[in-house]
């Protein structure tokens, strides 16, 4: 089940953004049905106090701003634990992110305080198996380059950690060698830091770092370095933002030989889905670079980057797949003067496999370079829908079944409470029905939430939605008639549910499944005709507008039936579907 229970802006059904007076009259209306004082018997006084402890919780922090801005970054955790957002140099995305990898770090590690990091990486050469001809004998893959890297930290109080970590590299020649690693870092103070790295073996050398903040926009670094190859060496840097999510960093090097030279980064977010960022570097290496990235999906992000400089010009495109909450999974095509190279990694938690796939050494090897780009997409694709889709159903159906056996008790609390709100709510809801019908407005004819099957039609009054697949395991129903609910939003004709935040809050809702992927339905009448919507669980609606047409003879002659048992009059026969095909359903009601 969810800890942190329903959201306090789904409660009082108002957007994230819901300025003050938003947020006092969607309280003010609720407290009208949900006040213990507005109920005459004792029976409605109980149901009433029940939900209008709920509401009044919600009000008191969403109506506090220094309440909301804990709520909006850290949610009820970190209202329960008393934190404050502060006057640190970082966004709320930031802080929000910030937020989730510690829950994330105490969720995986019961004492909190020691991490492990492992980064396995291997090149592998496939160059005589897809270039040679003909095949020389020895055309099997061959490993080039293998190294491995671990680390464990250990956190020392709330101000610092130390680590420690060693790896090891091989080359195809049979040479190789290894390193030792170890460091700490410390906060002197909430402006400063301090971090030392040093390191011994092949690479012999030690590092001293620290972080001041200069101004309230702006940190500056300087570091000084030293290492048994090149001697000493010191850089300086400065960061600071630039404008809203726009940040701008300058650094110079003055030694060691190999890092004297100067660098300009500036990076941005134009918008919550994508990010942007470029670097120019003068010194021993010029060269100019940018990277952006943009979020297909909450699960999926496309990468692309270009280098051009004196060590070369190249490319990169690349997909970046979150398959699980802990791991992700990327594929990128690498094309440059060097060659072509697949390069695919797999991150979980504290390790990492990093796989470069060395296709060619030429650019001129075009073909290369487009099967590249071509065939692992095509491939994934394939196995994505025909093997992996499959089997990852039937194991969330497995997971799902088995989330509402452990908690069928508390679904079913759940939904008894659904239950009692709704009675309160329904004498109003009733009310606003017959007003709606009489004006050709807009009537709720039928509104379903939860797990929801293919079916067409609405399930007709005084049958339980959902009940038909968990009578047979004697769990509660995965889905809840919420017609009601539904009906008392309506306001001025017209219902509007926000996006960005789950439905199940909503007075009169509950959560019928958990961990599943819930869909709102309404069927409702707009000017004596049937339309409906559906909506995932966080999407926003707005009706009659956003509201299609029902095409289906059988469900519309269902949807006008029970809206004429509210007193709706037909304002016209559904519409027949075009000969020459279907017509969109998507329907505009601006006139």
Same mark, same amino acid.
């Given at each position: 089940?969810?800890?942190?229970?329903?959201?306090?802006?789904?409660?009082?059904?108002?957007?994230?953004?819901?300025?003050?007076?938003?947020?006092?009259?969607?309280?003010?209306?609720?407290?009208?049905?949900?006040?213990?004082?507005?109920?005459?018997?004792?029976?409605?006084?109980?149901?009433?106090?029940?939900?209008?402890?709920?509401?009044?919780?919600?009000?008191?922090?969403?109506?506090?701003?220094?309440?909301?801005?804990?709520?909006?970054?850290?949610?009820?955790?970190?209202?329960?634990?008393?934190?404050?957002?502060?006057?640190?140099?970082?966004?709320?995305?930031?802080?929000?992110?910030?937020?989730?990898?510690?829950?994330?770090?105490?969720?995986?590690?019961?004492?909190?305080?020691?991490?492990?990091?492992?980064?396995?990486?291997?090149?592998?050469?496939?160059?005589?198996?897809?270039?040679?001809?003909?095949?020389?004998?020895?055309?099997?893959?061959?490993?080039?380059?293998?190294?491995?890297?671990?680390?464990?930290?250990?956190?020392?109080?709330?101000?610092?950690?130390?680590?420690?970590?060693?790896?090891?590299?091989?080359?195809?020649?049979?040479?190789?060698?290894?390193?030792?690693?170890?460091?700490?870092?410390?906060?002197?103070?909430?402006?400063?830091?301090?971090?030392?790295?040093?390191?011994?073996?092949?690479?012999?050398?030690?590092?001293?770092?620290?972080?001041?903040?200069?101004?309230?926009?702006?940190?500056?670094?300087?570091?000084?370095?030293?290492?048994?190859?090149? %001697?000493?060496? !010191?850089?300086? $840097? *400065?960061?600071? @933002?630039?404008?809203?999510?726009?940040? #701008?960093? =300058?650094?110079? +090097?003055?030694?060691?030989?190999?890092?004297? %030279?100067?660098? !300009?980064?500036? $990076? *941005?977010?134009? @918008?919550?889905?994508?990010?942007?960022? #470029?670097? =120019?570097?003068? +010194?021993?290496?010029?060269?100019?670079?940018?990277?952006?990235?943009?979020?297909?999906?909450?699960?999926?992000?496309?990468?692309?980057?270009?280098?051009?400089?004196?060590?070369?010009?190249?490319?990169?495109?690349?997909?970046?797949?979150?398959?699980?909450?802990?791991?992700?999974?990327?594929?990128?095509?690498?094309?440059?003067?060097?060659?072509?190279?697949?390069?695919?990694?797999?991150?979980?938690?504290?390790?990492?496999?990093?796989?470069?796939?060395?296709?060619?050494?030429?650019?001129?090897?075009?073909?290369?370079?487009?099967?590249?780009?071509?065939?692992?997409?095509?491939?994934?694709?394939?196995?994505?829908?025909?093997?992996?889709?499959?089997?990852?159903?039937?194991?969330?159906?497995?997971?799902?079944?088995?989330?509402?056996?452990?908690?069928?008790?508390?679904?079913?609390?759940?939904?008894?409470?659904?239950?009692?709100?709704?009675?309160?709510?329904?004498?109003?809801?009733?009310?606003?029905?017959?007003?709606?019908?009489?004006?050709?407005?807009?009537?709720?004819?039928?509104?379903?939430?939860?797990?929801?099957?293919?079916?067409?039609?609405?399930?007709?009054?005084?049958?339980?939605?959902?009940?038909?697949?968990?009578?047979?395991?004697?769990?509660?129903?995965?889905?809840?008639?919420?017609?009601?609910?539904?009906?008392?939003?309506?306001?001025?004709?017209?219902?509007?549910?926000?996006?960005?935040?789950?439905?199940?809050?909503?007075?009169?809702?509950?959560?019928?499944?958990?961990?599943?992927?819930?869909?709102?339905?309404?069927?409702?009448?707009?000017?004596?005709?049937?339309?409906?919507?559906?909506?995932?669980?966080?999407?926003?609606?707005?009706?009659?507008?956003?509201?299609?047409?029902?095409?289906?003879?059988?469900?519309?002659?269902?949807?006008?039936?029970?809206?004429?048992?509210?007193?709706?009059?037909?304002?016209?026969?559904?519409?027949?579907?075009?000969?020459?095909?279907?017509?969109?359903?998507?329907?505009?009601?601006?006139?």
């Amino acid at each position: 089940m969810d800890d942190e229970g329903p959201s306090y802006y789904s409660v009082l059904n108002v957007p994230p953004d819901a300025s003050d007076g938003e947020i006092r009259r969607a309280y003010r209306q609720l407290a009208q049905v949900f006040h213990p004082d507005k109920h005459a018997s004792e029976e409605l006084r109980e149901k009433a106090a029940e939900g209008f402890a709920v509401i009044n919780e919600a009000y008191e922090v969403l109506s506090s701003p220094p309440k909301r801005q804990v709520y909006d970054i850290y949610g009820k955790q970190g209202l329960a634990a008393g934190l404050d957002v502060g006057t640190k140099l970082k966004s709320v995305d930031e802080l929000k992110a910030q937020w989730e990898k510690f829950r994330a770090r105490r969720g995986s590690d019961a004492d909190g305080d020691t991490e492990t990091h492992t980064i396995l990486h291997c090149d592998v050469d496939l160059t005589r198996m897809l270039v040679s001809r003909p095949l020389p004998q020895d055309w099997h893959p061959r490993m080039q380059t293998c190294w491995v890297q671990t680390t464990v930290s250990q956190a020392i109080g709330r101000k610092g950690f130390v680590w420690m970590g060693g790896n090891i590299i091989s080359n195809g020649g049979g040479e190789g060698g290894g390193t030792l690693l170890c460091g700490f870092k410390g906060n002197l103070s909430s402006e400063s830091s301090v971090e030392a790295n040093a390191c011994w073996g092949v690479k012999t050398s030690l590092l001293l770092t620290s972080t001041q903040q200069i101004t309230e926009n702006a940190f500056g670094t300087i570091t000084g370095s030293w290492s048994a190859e090149e %001697g000493p060496g !010191l850089q300086f $840097s *400065t960061s600071r @933002n630039i404008s809203g999510e726009t940040r #701008g960093s =300058i650094g110079i +090097g003055l030694g060691p030989p190999s890092d004297v %030279g100067a660098h !300009l980064t500036v $990076s *941005t977010r134009p @918008n919550t889905k994508s990010s942007l960022s #470029g670097k =120019i570097q003068v +010194g021993p290496i010029y060269s100019i670079s940018g990277r952006g990235s943009y979020a297909l999906n909450e699960d999926m992000t496309a990468r692309a980057g270009g280098k051009f400089g004196l060590s070369g010009i190249d490319f990169d495109l690349g997909i970046v797949k979150r398959i699980s909450p802990e791991t992700t999974m990327s594929m990128a095509v690498v094309v440059g003067i060097q060659g072509t190279v697949l390069r695919v990694k797999w991150n979980r938690e504290g390790f990492q496999l990093d796989i470069p796939l060395i296709l060619s050494r030429d650019f001129k090897e075009w073909k290369i370079a487009l099967a590249a780009y071509t065939l692992p997409p095509l491939l994934i694709s394939i196995v994505r829908y025909l093997v992996f889709k499959p089997l990852m159903r039937k194991y969330e159906e497995r997971v799902a079944l088995a989330a509402r056996k452990e908690h069928s008790e508390a679904i079913a609390r759940q939904l008894r409470a659904a239950t009692a709100s709704q009675s309160l709510i329904s004498p109003v809801a009733q009310r606003l029905t017959r007003e709606a019908a009489a004006q050709g407005g807009l009537v709720i004819v039928h509104a379903e939430y939860g797990v929801i099957d293919g079916q067409r039609r609405p399930i007709p009054p005084g049958e339980q939605a959902g009940a038909s697949s968990a009578s047979s395991l004697d769990l509660p129903p995965s889905s809840l008639d919420v017609t009601a609910a539904i009906q008392y939003l309506v306001s001025a004709r017209e219902l509007i549910l926000h996006p960005g935040v789950s439905k199940f809050g909503l007075m009169g809702f509950c959560d019928p499944a958990p961990g599943q992927k819930k869909t709102l339905r309404i069927r409702y009448v707009w000017k004596g005709r049937p339309y409906r919507a559906e909506v995932g669980d966080e999407d926003g609606l707005k009706l009659p507008s956003q509201g299609a047409l029902v095409l289906d003879l059988a469900e519309a002659e269902q949807v006008m039936t029970m809206a004429k048992a509210l007193g709706v009059e037909s304002g016209g026969e559904p519409s027949q579907p075009r000969p020459n095909g279907s017509p969109s359903e998507q329907i505009s009601l601006a006139s």
